[in-house]
């Protein structure tokens, strides 16, 4: 996990709330009752809004990125390319047909 594909989202810490299934990347966080939130990541991924996202995000992440995960413009753009390559992975995967059908999305959030 720290080594693979999906090593940046774990060395960042955004593994402690976010499952990348794509790249094998399981959340820390997985007591019994996990509850697992889908990102929209389908949309955001494909289009500017994940930069927009990123640059000025909402909710929970407004927090995250402003308290917890400092990131300089420059590791925001890394950012955006990773959920970007996480997201072409998944439609790569579903393609082939191993994507797994019941985590159709690129990143889940286990909270
Ligand atoms: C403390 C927990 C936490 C951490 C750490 C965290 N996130 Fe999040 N993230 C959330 C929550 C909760 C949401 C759901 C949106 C909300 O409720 O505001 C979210 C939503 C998102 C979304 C999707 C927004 C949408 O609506 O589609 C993206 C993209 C995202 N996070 C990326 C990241 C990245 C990249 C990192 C690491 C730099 C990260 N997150 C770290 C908790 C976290």
């Avoid at 959340?27 to 994940?50: E, I, P």
């Avoid at 925001?76 to 996480?86: C, D, N, S, Y």
Wanted: charged share 25%.
């Amino acid at each position: 996990m720290k080594t693979g594909p999906g090593a940046w989202f774990v060395q960042t810490g955004c593994f402690v709330c976010h499952s990348i299934s794509v790249f094998k990347v399981r959340s820390r966080r997985k007591s019994g009752r996990t509850s697992r939130r889908r990102l929209r990541t389908s949309s955001r991924a494909s289009g500017a809004t994940l930069d927009d996202f990123i640059r000025e995000p909402t909710g929970t992440m407004a927090v995250v990125l402003s308290r917890q995960i400092i990131l300089t413009p420059e590791q925001k753009q890394v950012a955006v390319a990773k959920l970007r390559e996480a997201f072409a992975e998944h439609q790569r995967q579903k393609a082939a047909g191993t994507a797994q059908p019941r985590r159709p999305l690129t990143i889940e959030l286990a909270r």
